[in-house]
């Protein structure tokens, strides 16, 4: 960006800028405030969220392992932290077309062990969270979506910009534009969950990534019901692997019963899949048919829907975390421990490691470095050692299929578990964009219609998420080349941009007698999920921000 660009936009000072509103960001900004109070001096920390309010964009299962939060703030009973249910009954199952065989819990490696954990919205979690560090003097400024990232004379970054509001799909200004506003700190803590616009920029230009392997992510589909009170059994938990998906597609189910008669239900499907006419949000929605699940479901009501890409790639996959001027933290750098399908703890501790850097570099006379002492932070704490244990659970899964895979990554954690696991780290091979094998090549999946009971279609299912965004601005899923969906994935892949969605924004539509095939892109269905930056395989969407605001508002998720 030049100097004369700089010059026209608003901008203010901090001296800690944090991108994203999540369990990572808000971690840092109170660790941030907690730091300064304790040694009396005086830092200014911002956090600035693309959602409509802290929560809009977050949705995870979840479980929550308690460990960083106890570390930040100890007293958090007191202080009324939504962690309300405890897990009080665990349970794994692996599913076949009717039926399903439980796996004994002492089968089971101890870090699978969800007891001493709690059943929560991390949405919810993540609300409070901000109260908690405004309340120590962060400031918190939602409807912020951070287009661009700041640069000094030397290449170092100096902060980040929003993007102009009140611009027309044709580019014009309208009677509404208001410019971008720049956020200048001496560090900057990206915190925007996994597949960030803006991480992923800097892990290119600052090739943060030339040592690790590629990253894996899986797309997680997840619905809230309200269910009948009989059949509610709060902090049972149960997890399931198998049906509906084939031996060499990974992935699995959860179920959790919250609070106040509701469970939450999602679907992770690996998005390392191979056959391009697999639809998650179709696999998702008859899984839910399997009468292990549809017994809590049938007579329920679903009141909430949402999609997010999770981070899968482990400690392998993990770039260099800290660039001249800043540092990844949490999913942005990708800290979820995958078996056991957690990954808050380790945003939490992560973005708290990453103030800390900030923090002592600060009281040092230091700025814009790449903070370096997070790094070795990092790798000296718990959260290295938690992943540590499980680098090659992902990378035997896929390379085995569902039953040797599980096998090998069980013996695997147990062997860790018992402090004498492999003395290698698998590499996970090819990005998940380049697995596909042609459709031709595949077998088709005749998928059941939506019976509009336990299973529904995508425009409902968009209605529930709350979606919205101002339908006159700029497409902010772009395209390299706007002839690739056509010419070149329609005939080789059958265009999977329409299945991997799991919201309907990418089609294909024809005239009435099937000719003259287009590619539309439906941009105001998009719940952020990242997807298709991810899996496409021509790599060709470039998943951008839209105006700040837009997108899901996820009430509980």
């Known amino acids: 960006m030049s100097d004369t660009a700089s010059s026209e936009r608003e901008y203010m000072e901090y001296d800690v800028v944090i991108v994203g509103g999540g369990p990572a960001g808000l971690s840092a900004a109170i660790r941030l405030r907690q730091l300064c109070i304790e040694h009396d001096v005086e830092l200014s920390v911002c956090v600035l969220e693309k959602g409509s309010e802290i929560g809009a964009h977050i949705l ?92 000094n004379d030397d290449g170092s970054v100096r902060g980040v910009a929003t993007g102009d509001m009140g611009i027309s799909k044709d580019g014009e200004q309208k009677d509404t534009f208001t410019p971008g506003f720049e956020l200048r700190g001496k560090y900057t803590l990206i915190a925007e969950g996994a597949r960030g616009s803006l ?116 400690l392998q996959s993990i770039p260099k975390l800290a660039f001249p001027g800043g540092a990844l933290v949490g999913c942005s750098a990708g800290f979820v421990n995958v078996p056991r399908i957690k990954g808050s703890h380790n945003a939490m501790k992560t973005g708290m490691l990453g103030a800390e850097a900030v923090f002592e570099a600060l009281q040092a006379g230091r700025s814009y470095d790449d903070g370096a002492d997070y790094e070795a ?56 964009s380049a697995t596909l094998k042609p459709a031709d090549k595949c077998k088709k999946i005749d998928y ?27 497409c902010h899923l772009r395209l390299k080349d706007p002839s690739i969906p056509i010419s070149v994935n329609l005939p080789k892949f ?34 952020h999920c990242k997807t298709c930056d991810i899996k496409d395989p021509s790599q060709n969407i470039n998943w951008t921000v839209p105006e700040g605001g837009g997108g899901p508002n996820y009430p509980n998720m």
């Open 60 to 151: 995870s299962g979840a479980v929550m392992d308690p460990i960083a939060l106890n570390e930040l703030i100890p007293d958090w009973k007191e202080k009324g932290a939504p962690l309300n249910t405890p897990v009080v009954d665990d349970r794994f199952y692996m599913l076949g077309p009717a039926g399903a065989l439980r796996l004994p819990n002492f089968m089971l490696p101890p870090l699978m062990n969800n007891h001493g954990n709690y059943v929560v919205s991390l949405g919810n979690v993540c609300r409070w969270l901000g109260e908690q560090a405004e309340a120590l003097g962060a400031e918190i400024y939602p409807g912020f979506a951070c287009a661009e990232v700041l640069y």
């Open 199 to 314: 991480a992923k920029q800097l892990i290119d230009r600052f090739e943060l990534d030339k040592d690790s392997d590629c990253p894996k992510f899986g797309i997680g589909i997840k619905e809230i019901w309200d269910i009948d009170p009989e059949k509610h059994k709060p902090g049972l938990v149960m997890h399931s692997f198998g049906w509906p998906l084939d031996n060499s597609t990974g992935g699995g189910s959860f179920l959790y019963h919250m609070e106040n008669n509701q469970v939450s239900i999602g679907f992770v499907i690996h998005l390392n899949y191979q056959n391009p006419h697999v639809s998650p949000f179709d696999e998702f929605q008859r899984f839910k048919h399997h009468p292990v699940i549809k017994q809590y479901l049938e007579g329920g009501r679903r009141v909430s829907y949402g999609a997010r890409a999770i981070t899968e790639g482990g």
């Open 377 to 432: 932070q990092f790798r000296s704490s718990w959260v290295y050692k938690d992943l540590h244990r499980v680098r090659n659970a992902k990378p035997l899964w896929s390379k085995f299929g569902l039953i040797p895979g599980m096998a090998l990554f069980g013996a695997d954690l147990w062997m860790n578990n018992l402090r004498i696991g492999l003395p290698f780290t698998l590499k996970h091979g090819k990005p998940d």
């Open 448 to 474: 059941p219609k939506p019976d509009g009971v336990l299973s529904f279609d995508k425009p409902s299912s968009v209605y529930l998420s709350a979606t919205n965004h101002e339908e006159d601005q700029p």
């Open 494 to 527: 059958d265009e999977p941009a329409q299945r991997y969605c799991p919201v309907g924004v990418y089609e294909v539509v024809r005239d009435e007698d099937g000719s003259n095939p287009r590619f539309q892109i439906n941009a105001q269905n998009c719940v």
